[in-house]
């Protein structure tokens, strides 16, 4: 794998500093008391390092073990024939990874945590990187997975950048992140669950700071329709929201525009 371009300025983002996306995310992000910026990149690079050896229990827990399902449906999503070939970013432990490998795919992973990749056990290929500037050429991957992360990058906009600029035309995205239902018991169930019970379990089993930032993170991500701008901006098609398990969770999936 060889770098398309160096690193992306502001000038390169999809969304600029100064973008109406951009003051809405800083507010929510001010009220919710999270950093932005850099400061924000050295916290979650921090942060996963101190929690990865305990990463994958505290995910079971927290998920009851759904995060594997909606992992598989996510692989699934890709459409990809086999011995495509598929970066799995951020890509932890390695969950993705062996659920890719097990479908046929050539997945490599990439990860801003070195503690991360030091948990990884795959036998993938792996890297360390920023979503923001992937070490990877130019329209040479066939798809992308990425597994509850969007909310961790410092910037969104040059990431959907770069996903359009290695994702070679017909080429897949498949990615996952947190949700919340619509309404009723199980919304009401979901917000006592993720806000009040998980940052317990995570005290209990792992870091306390960290599952308790992780419910406040939220806050950073966008809403669907903002989404779903941003990957037609980077270059994505049939860009489609699928809530899993009554919305527990949600996946987006999109398509690089142009021939194969």
Partial sequence: MTAGRPNPSSADATTPPGSPLSFDIAARAAEADLPTGTEKTQLV??????????????????????????????????????GSRVLDLACGTGDFLAILKDAGLR???????????????????LAQADGAWLPVADRSLDGITCG?????????????????????????????????????????GDRVWFRHVVPIIGGLVSDRSAYRYLPRSTAYLPSTAELRSLLVEAGFSSVNHRPLSG??????????????
């Fill in 247 to 260: 919305g527990l969770s949600q996946m987006i999936t999109a398509t690089r525009v142009g021939r194969p």
């Fill in 107 to 125: 997945p490599f992973g990439m990860d801003l945590s070195w503690g991360m990749l030091a948990a990884n056990h795959t036998g993938a290929p």
């Fill in 148 to 188: 509850y992360a969007l909310r961790n990058f410092t910037e969104l906009g040059p990431v959907f950048a770069e996903f359009g600029r290695v994702v070679r035309p017909g080429g897949r995205l498949s990615l996952l992140e947190v949700s919340e239902p619509e309404g009723g018991l199980l919304r009401l």
């Fill in 45 to 82: 690079r921090s942060m996963f390092d101190a929690i990865a050896p305990r990463y994958d229990l505290v995910n079971r827990m927290m998920t009851f073990g759904l995060d594997v399902r909606w992992r598989k449906q996510s692989a699934r999503a890709l459409g990809l024939p086999a």
